[in-house]
């Protein structure tokens, strides 16, 4: 995505702050409301991702 010039973050759910109101009431509407919140504060930390540079899983021999 970033290639065609959008920025695009993947963050763990568990770094998203919830209240217990939003655990109980769980729709679309409500976690794009605060997703974008959350990401507008500049709260949100991506996770660590694997690139096409990086692999996800490094292979050590002994």
Not at 18 to 29: A, C, F, I, L, R
Not at 32 to 47: E, H, S, T
């Amino acid at each position: 995505m970033t290639d065609l010039g959008i920025d695009c973050i993947v963050i763990h759910v568990a770094d998203v702050p919830t209240t217990q109101y939003q655990e109980m009431m769980k729709t679309d509407s409500i976690d794009a409301v605060k997703l974008a919140r959350v990401l507008r504060k500049g709260d949100l930390r991506p996770a660590d991702t694997p690139s096409r540079n990086k692999p996800s899983i490094t292979i050590r021999s002994y």
